[in-house]
């Protein structure tokens, strides 16, 4: 069975960075994509970036040139570096791992950002 754990969630003023983790475990981590979403409260979850198993990156247009989504294989973990942080960037962050079909997500790590 895949598990994904998120952390590296916090409050931070706006301008500030984090750096957000997703350890995958249960799948054949090399082939599989990785993707963060976020919620915000009363919003849908949304798109915020991929990575493909080969390291294919791909982002919102919202976080482009401010986040940075990463991976090293060899830890089964995801990365997402988030700088220039914004308040509208507050959100619960969840990783989701595609793999054989399927998807699995993560429970979710909170960002909150002051401004």
């Known amino acids: 069975q895949v598990q994904l754990v998120e952390s590296g969630g916090g409050s931070v003023q706006a301008g500030g960075s984090l750096s957000l983790s997703c350890a995958a475990s249960?799948?054949?981590?090399?082939?599989?994509?990785m993707d963060w979403y976020r919620q915000a409260p009363g919003k849908q979850r949304e798109f915020v970036a991929t990575?493909?198993?080969?390291?294919?990156?791909n982002a919102a247009d919202s976080v482009k040139g401010r986040f940075t989504i990463s991976r090293d294989n060899a830890k089964n973990t995801v990365y997402l570096q988030m700088n220039s942080l914004k308040p509208e960037d507050t959100a619960v962050y969840y990783c989701?791992?595609?793999?054989?079909?399927?998807?699995?997500w993560g429970q979710g790590t909170q960002v909150t950002v002051s401004s």
């Open positions: 989701r791992a595609r793999y054989s079909g399927y998807e699995y």
């Open positions: 249960g799948t054949i981590f090399s082939i599989t994509a």
């Open positions: 990575i493909t198993g080969g390291g294919i990156t």
